[in-house]
């Protein structure tokens, strides 16, 4: 059992987790995730880590609730217990002064983006960041993405905050501008790493992704996140999940995390019947 | 050892077989409970008394951990069933397990001398009867420990070889620990075996037994990740460590549209619904994908436990398809026998080509090429050739393929001095010892793919060798004086 000791709503539908795994915590780096179950019956699904606190003993978790299994988990408070989470797993991303580089974060996806920004400053690079989302209420952690950040740009879809627009409009700005962009680190919804990819291929800017493939056990046994990379057959969970963008097949990456929509909609409708009170609290 | 049985031998030989009560294949294959229910006692006691209780019972030889088959029979004779349990016991801590899932006909069956003119003994029926009969009065008593042991032994994968290695090294009186990567443990036992064959509470009793010797079981713990393996020896001060990781990372064939949905590993299939119940969805929450027809590529147990699962949970249509004839397949021969009369269809001498989507990425067929036997290959069997022009589609909406699988590398990756053979196995000597000193290693880790009870063979060696490891570190004086079973050495099948 993983205790939840501290929990924090960031926008309406993100919280954030600080959970007891005094194992996990001095051993997880930037990149790393866990799989978590948060009941018996429940599902394993992957969450990256976004810190941690090796004194403490516990990791910070920042989750939106976008179906059953995030809804559930968003019912627990503080005091309240994940009954499994294991890791770190995932190889770490790896972190290399590259000059100047661009970190990218869309919706939930700047959460993930936190400690790497974190760790490629660390490492002496110039980070330009760019946080997207539809609308300003997705919009999070601006303030922390500023602390190691040289120059933060905000794009919503909507235009209801910073820059009206998508991530790759302001991307290809820095791209244009005598910055000497050498790198890209992109984490977000896959149609927007997908075009990420597409537009710094033009400037042969290398550029790393995750990718948050359906997974069942996290440590290569099931094969279900496997992802075409140049051609060759990869599991994300064990040979990623950061690959070279430019290698990744988007589309059937996908088309494959579409494999079970109807069923998830069956799961989450009804976990939001039977819960209507708790999730309106 | 005196006779028990008064018969002669050819009263005794006159006596049928006696077979398990069986759900029949009309009912079971619309559900997930055991196929099996075993011997009654009066099935039992009967076919104890065919047994010839051979002053050289040979099919001790047979059995890889090396029970005293015909003592525990006598026992059975003897009407003394706790007795008999716990004789198997002192050589296999997990009897309701092996009495489930070991083949016996091709280890102690196979040899039995009722078995060179008759039918073999039942031997594995009467071991699980046993066992049940235990589980079923609740007179389970855990053996006394007569010493304690100061040493720390870590055993990495909670699998039949770290369950059998923990056991007995828990027996012995060390201090054991057991690192399980998943939330529940068992291995393959747990994500691999339908429960059909081996219900899990059958494995959460187990596990409680293995407790009852004073193990501890850390779920959720990846070593070569939340710990390495230096770590462990480190900052955790184990002495010893067993590597039990088995051979859990999916091959697949390398043909075109195994990225398509609803092409699934067999171990991500069994794994959906074996370890997270998808067959109880939605109740539980993970889902699995069946299509009204579908096709299970392989001929091992891996490939019979996935197709007679797809038939359960509704595929009107489950096709086996094998490139061999059915004499080649390696899985058990009950296996194969139970899938047919559940109504698999087996599409032998056929080898899968291509699999067939539709517009959103969904398997729609499955070709395949018709293929003959030629010329034996170096496993002895006749290798199959592919016929010209001979391609089919079968009209198929999930596909899984069970064509093997490797060990996981995430160990042999973060550690060092640890020898790796070319299949990603981890290389031991004859008492599992690995290149690395304290560290042992046993099951399909070091095999590649094997059985459960040859996993759990080489636990119980890689626990005699870890003995004999940590005592001759303590006293290095004392070598000449240490009891090892050698006979256990010995009779571990290679």
């Given amino acids: ?281 | 050892m005196q006779n028990v049985n008064t018969m002669k031998p050819s009263e005794r030989m006159k006596i049928a077989r006696q077979h398990s009560i069986e759900q029949e294949a009309s009912e079971r294959k619309k559900n997930f409970l055991e196929v099996s229910f075993g011997l009654n006692e009066e099935r039992a006691l009967i076919e104890a008394k065919r047994c010839l209780e051979c002053k050289n019972p040979v099919c001790t030889e047979g059995c890889p951990v090396g029970i005293d088959i015909r003592s525990f029979v006598q026992l059975i004779l003897q009407k003394d069933y706790v007795g008999a349990v716990q004789k198997i016991r002192e050589t296999n801590y997990l009897p309701a397990i092996c009495g489930r899932v070991c083949p016996q006909e091709t280890q102690c069956e196979q040899i039995c001398t009722m078995g060179k003119k008759h039918e073999p003994v039942a031997i594995g029926k009467l071991e699980r009867f046993v066992a049940d009969f235990e589980l079923a009065n609740n007179l389970f008593h855990p053996p006394t420990i007569t010493e304690r042991q100061e040493e720390k032994v870590a055993i990495v994968g909670s699998g039949p070889a770290g369950l059998t290695c923990a056991a007995e090294l828990g027996k012995r009186g060390y201090q054991v620990t057991i690192f399980e990567a998943l939330h529940g443990i068992g291995g393959v036992l747990r994500y691999g075996i339908p429960e059909f064959r081996l219900p899990k509470k059958i494995l959460d009793i187990e596990a409680e037994r293995i407790q009852a010797l004073g193990v501890k079981i850390y779920t959720n713990f990846l070593v070569g990740r939340t710990a390495t393996i230096d770590e462990l020896f480190d900052e955790w001060k184990f002495d010893a460590i067993f590597l039990g990781t088995g051979a859990g990372t999916p091959s697949f064939m390398g043909i075109p549209g195994e990225n398509l949905s609803g092409v699934y590993s067999a171990n991500e299939f069994l794994t959906r619904t074996n370890l997270m119940k998808a067959y109880s969805f939605p109740e539980y929450d993970t889902p699995i994908r069946i299509g009204q027809q579908i096709a299970v590529i392989g001929g091992g147990n891996t490939a019979m436990d996935a197709v007679r699962t797809a038939k359960r949970l509704g595929a009107e249509r489950a096709y086996l398809i094998y490139r061999r004839s059915r004499e080649e397949m390696p899985a058990r021969e009950e296996e194969i026998h139970h899938a047919e009369e559940e109504g698999i269809e087996f599409l032998l001498l056929t080898n899968p080509t291509k699999i067939l989507g539709d517009k959103n990425n969904w398997v729609n067929g499955i070709e395949c090429l018709k293929m003959e036997l030629g010329e034996p290959d170096d496993s002895g069997r006749r290798k199959p050739v592919a016929i010209n022009d001979s391609e089919f589609v079968i009209p198929v909406q999930t596909v899984i393929e069970a064509v093997g699988q490797k060990p996981n590398p995430i160990i042999q990756q973060t550690t060092s001095g640890l020898n790796v053979g070319k299949r990603g196995t981890v290389v031991v000597n004859d008492v599992q010892q690995t290149s690395r000193e304290g560290i042992f290693a046993g099951g399909d880790l070091t095999r590649g793919g094997a059985t459960v009870i040859l996993a759990m063979g080489d636990g119980k060696i890689a626990s005699e060798a870890i003995h004999k490891y940590l005592q001759e570190k303590k006293s290095p004086k004392k070598n000449g004086e240490l009891k090892i079973e050698n006979e256990v050495l010995a009779t571990g099948a290679k």
Avoid: W
């Fill in chain 1, 1 to 281: 059992m993983y205790l939840i000791t501290h929990k924090e709503k960031l926008s309406p539908t993100i919280t954030k987790y600080v959970v007891k795994a005094p194992f996990i915590a001095p051993k997880r780096k930037a990149g790393n995730f866990v799989i978590l179950r948060v009941e018996e019956h429940g599902e394993r699904i992957p969450i990256t880590i976004v810190d941690s606190d090796t004194n403490a003993g516990t990791i910070t978790l920042i989750v939106q609730a976008i179906g059953k299994t995030t809804k559930l988990l968003a019912t627990k408070n503080v005091g309240d217990s994940i009954l499994d989470v294991v890791g770190p797993l995932g190889n770490p991303t790896p972190i290399e002064n590259h000059g100047a580089v661009v970190c990218i974060g869309g919706g939930v996806g700047t959460a993930e983006m936190l400690p790497i920004a974190k760790a490629l400053k660390k490492a002496g690079n110039t980070i330009y960041t760019i946080i997207g989302a539809r609308s300003k209420e997705l919009i999070i952690l601006e303030n922390e993405m500023k602390e190691f950040s040289d120059k933060t740009f905000i794009t919503t879809d909507d235009g209801s905050y910073g820059k009206k627009g998508v991530v790759t409009d302001q991307l290809k700005d820095l791209l244009d501008a005598p910055l000497g962009i050498s790198a890209v680190y992109a984490i977000g919804p896959l149609p927007m790493m997908k075009f990420v990819s597409l537009l710094t291929k033009q400037y042969n800017v290398h550029t790393l992704v995750s990718l948050n493939a359906i997974m069942v056990d996290g440590t290569g046994m099931c094969g279900g996140c496997r992802v075409t990379i140049g051609g060759e057959m990869k599991f994300a969970c064990v040979d990623g999940p950061e690959f070279d963008g430019h290698h990744v097949d988007f589309d059937e990456m996908i088309m494959r995390s579409r494999s079970y929509l109807d069923m998830e909609k069956i799961s989450d409708e009804l976990f939001t019947t039977q819960h209507q009170c708790q999730l309106e609290k």
